[in-house]
Each structure stands twice: as structure tokens, then as C-alpha cells.
């Protein structure tokens, strides 16, 4: 029997969070960057299939949160979602906070059909 990571990562529809793990951001901030990634994520989600936004919206809005080593990595996968016209969004802090201004912590994928999405994310670990 799967377990729940299996089951969370073996949906027809789901987002992906993914954070930077090398700026040791503290739980609330990390909590704040991931909910601007989901956010961001969704509305390019639905300008590009109204229908997949809600089919995720309706089924549960199934997440799964996971991490990057750096910044090389998370732009590296935000560049290879773009290139292949998964709904993605990046997340640049203003810097009042932990980071300095214009610091990328977090990309947000999806809500998008999993198979066009684990290729991209498969192998990372869980946040």
C-alpha cells in the first residue's frame, strides 16, 4: 500500500511549492513565502485552463511542499517550467523582513496535470 507521500505525489491534479532550503528562513516566513507561491501559482493556473483551476479547487486543492538546495536550482526549474508552459510562478521577497530585497525564496507550480509536472520536481525532497 503507497503511502501518503506516494498517494500526494499520484494525483491527477495537484501544485508544488517549492522553497529555497539554503536561507534557513524562519517557520513563519517560510509559511508567508509558500503562501505567495501558491497564490501566484493559481491565478497563472487559471488565466491558462479555467477548467484544471477548478477540477484542483474542486477535488480537494491537493499541495505538496518541497525544497531546492539554492537560488542556481530554483531558477533552473522555474526556466524549464517556462520552457514548457507549465503555469509557474516565482517568488521575489521585498526584503522588510529576513532576506534582502529582490531575494528569490520560493516558486510556486501549478495547480497543473501532475505528469507535465513530476518530470520537473520528482526527485526533490520534501520541504
Not at 72 to 98: E, F, I, R, W
Request: charged share 30%.
Amino acid at each position: 500500500m503507497p503511502g501518503l507521500i506516494d498517494r500526494l505525489l499520484d494525483v491527477p491534479i495537484k501544485q508544488v511549492i517549492v522553497i529555497r532550503s539554503d536561507l534557513k528562513l524562519g517557520k513563519g516566513k517560510a509559511v508567508a513565502q509558500g503562501s505567495h507561491a501558491s497564490l501566484m501559482s493559481y491565478f497563472e493556473a487559471e488565466r491558462k485552463d479555467k477548467d484544471v483551476a477548478r477540477e484542483w479547487v474542486d477535488s480537494g486543492e491537493k499541495k505538496v511542499v518541497l525544497k531546492v538546495p539554492d537560488e542556481d536550482s530554483l531558477l533552473q526549474l522555474y526556466k524549464a517550467l517556462k520552457t514548457k508552459h507549465v503555469p509557474c510562478a516565482l517568488v521575489t521577497d521585498a526584503g522588510l523582513t529576513q532576506v534582502p530585497s529582490g531575494t528569490n525564496t520560493a516558486l510556486g507550480i501549478g495547480p497543473w496535470r501532475s505528469e507535465e509536472i513530476d518530470p520537473f520536481t520528482g526527485k526533490l525532497q520534501l520541504f
